[in-house]
């Protein structure tokens, strides 16, 4: 479905983008998942055909997005600064989206408005932050497009909502499949909904894997410290326990490794969660907040 090859991005001197290359499958939910700045909004933009990469390629069904119609006929791009027409009413809005994608679902727009409380009576510019959220993830939703892409989705949306936005998105892919990405913060709470994370950090991409895949990949390892250290000395270590000052110090790391590591018999050896994965894998090694607050007690 998608392609990038080499792809870069540069606003003036600033490299967004670095060398990016990756392919994502066709029919697939992929967390694009990356730190303020990471350039993860920028990458999805490269996709949605809303920028033109400075170099590399990017195809999608092996035709590049920017400056495409067709290529923007199939794909909805679902961010929080989505302009609708202030001076229509939700339903006439859907009845625009409705003849500009083949495949929208207008019986499911008006059902999911109705579930998530939305007056399709109201203009936009009378919705609260929230409620404009709901509407432009409904839009999302129902429009049904090949490639649906969403840039942090959930924002102003309150716990409840953000979790029947999710079971919507899913059970609405499972009964019309087609390749959805979006990028958020809210790690834990889309773990059981993605079928692959993409990691991106610094402009580049850590990782793109399947989330099974990466959980079998990704190991906290505690035992004694001194043989810890020995150990781990062979090992891609991602990071060291929270808060040692040196590697010699850590009663446990974390490291990368496919398949569960042997370790000795007195080494304990556990999986992680998607999200303590990520925290790991754009980890800088800075130390632990503690060590703010024992610089400024010893100084």
């Not at 009413?89 to 727009?109: G, H, R, V």
């Amino acid at each position: 479905m998608i392609t990038c090859t080499n792809v870069t991005k540069r606003i003036g001197d600033n490299v967004v983008l670095g060398n990016i290359s990756v392919t994502i499958e066709r029919n697939s939910i992929t967390g694009v998942i990356g730190k303020n700045g990471a350039g993860k909004s920028t990458f999805l933009q490269l996709l949605a055909g809303l920028k033109k990469p400075s170099s590399g390629t990017i195809k999608i069904n092996d035709e590049a997005p920017f400056n495409n119609l067709h290529a923007s006929a199939n794909t909805i791009f679902i961010y929080d600064g989505l302009e609708l027409p202030e001076s229509l009413p939700i339903t006439m809005i859907f009845d625009l989206y409705a003849k500009s994608y083949e495949n929208w679902n207008q019986e499911l727009a008006h059902k999911l408005a109705s579930h998530f409380t939305l007056d399709v009576t109201k203009k936009p510019r009378e919705l609260s932050r929230g409620q404009h959220g709901a509407l432009i993830a409904v839009i999302g939703i129902a429009t049904r497009a090949p490639l649906t892409i969403y840039d942090e989705p959930t924002n102003g949306m309150d716990e409840a909502v953000r979790d029947d936005f999710y079971k919507a998105i899913l059970k609405d892919y499972i009964a019309f499949p087609r390749t959805i990405l979006f990028a958020t913060h809210y790690v834990e709470e889309v773990e059981n909904v993605l079928e692959s994370i993409m990691i991106v950090h610094h402009g580049k991409v850590v990782t793109y894997d399947n989330i099974a895949s990466l959980q079998e990949s990704v190991w906290r390892v505690s035992g004694n410290k001194e043989e810890l250290h020995r150990w781990a000395n062979q090992k891609k270590v991602l990071v060291k326990d929270s808060g040692s000052k040196t590697f010699h110090h850590a009663s446990s790391v974390i490291i990368e490794h496919k398949g569960k590591p042997d370790v000795p018999e007195s080494f304990t050896t556990k999986s992680l969660s998607t999200k303590e994965i990520y925290l790991a894998m754009v980890n800088e090694k800075r130390g632990d907040i503690d060590d703010v607050f024992t610089s400024n007690r010893n100084e």
